[in-house]
């Protein structure tokens, strides 16, 4: 069995994806089919505090909030968007 995790991306995520500029969209992108290789691919990655298995990964000035379930190697991204608006 391989390494990877299935990676989700939430209606909700893929709308904020939408409306950011295209260079940044496609660095995010790069790094959300990284997170394929979560906790083993070197990224940017903190645990969010409060909570059992979210996570940001930082991406310039933006913010990828996931979830990472381990048992069914599965991470559903959540939110993205830049930092003062992604965590409300």
């Known amino acids: 069995m391989g390494f990877e995790n299935r990676v989700l991306i939430s209606r909700k995520a893929l709308k904020e994806l939408q409306g950011i500029p295209r260079s940044e969209r496609e660095l995010i992108k790069d790094r959300i089919s990284k997170?394929?290789?979560?906790?083993?691919?070197?990224?940017?990655?903190?645990?969010?505090?409060?909570?059992?298995?979210?996570?940001r990964l930082r991406v310039g000035e933006y913010r990828v909030i996931f979830e990472y379930q381990n048992d069914e190697r599965v991470v559903r991204v959540l939110k993205v968007g830049k930092r003062e608006n992604v965590y409300s």
């Open 35 to 55: 997170l394929a290789f979560f906790p083993l691919a070197h990224l940017d990655v903190q645990k969010l505090k409060g909570y059992e298995n979210i996570y």
